[in-house]
Structure formats: C-alpha cells, structure tokens
C-alpha cells in the first residue's frame, strides 16, 4: 500500500515556511528537543498572521520572507509574531546595508 501524503492546512503551511526561512526544516527529533523547539508553540501566531493576510497563505509567507531579510541583516532573532507586531510598517523595513 502506498501512503498518501496529506494535504496541508494553510496554518502548516506558514509554520513550515516559517522553519524554512529559520533553517530549521527536516532536523531530527533530537535536535528539535536539544534546542527546545516545538511546533505547536508557532500554531497561535501563524493564526494571527493569516488572519490578517485575509487568509492569503502567499501573503502570509511574503511578510515572514519580509521580516526574514530584515531581522537577518540586522543579526536580530524573529519569529511569527515579529511580523505581527511590525504589522503596520512591515512593507517599509528594508534590509540594512553594510558598507
């Protein structure tokens, strides 16, 4: 019998895209447990984010890409709830340039 790959509800989808950009897809349950991550943590706020995406899981995942470049450059720790919380400005946060 061949298993059959379920679907996934757009919540998944944006947690999954969230350890993706953090670089932490498709670890072993190990290290997920040393680093005390857990994915049921990212539940509520991937939520929150959709609902203000009106339900766009492609918007969604541009936000989390979005504050992705900028946290990065600036060396800052993020999670879903950062593009929450820079909901109003989030389209004006740029990348920052090292010269």
């Known amino acids: 019998m061949e298993k059959k790959e379920r679907e996934l509800s757009p919540i998944q989808e944006i947690v999954n895209y969230f350890f993706e ?3 932490w897809a498709n670890k072993e349950k190990e290290w997920y447990k040393e680093n005390n991550i857990n994915y049921s943590r990212y539940v509520r706020s991937a ?3 959709l609902r203000l995406c009106d339900d766009d899981v492609s918007m969604a995942k541009e936000k989390l890409k979005t504050i992705s470049v900028w946290a990065d450059s ?3 720790n993020w999670n879903i709830g950062t593009s929450i919380k820079r909901w109003i400005g989030i ?3 740029k990348e920052k340039k090292y010269d």
């Open 74 to 76: 600036r060396n800052l």
């Open 47 to 49: 939520k929150q984010l």
């Open 91 to 93: 389209d004006l946060l």
């Open 21 to 23: 950009l953090k670089d």
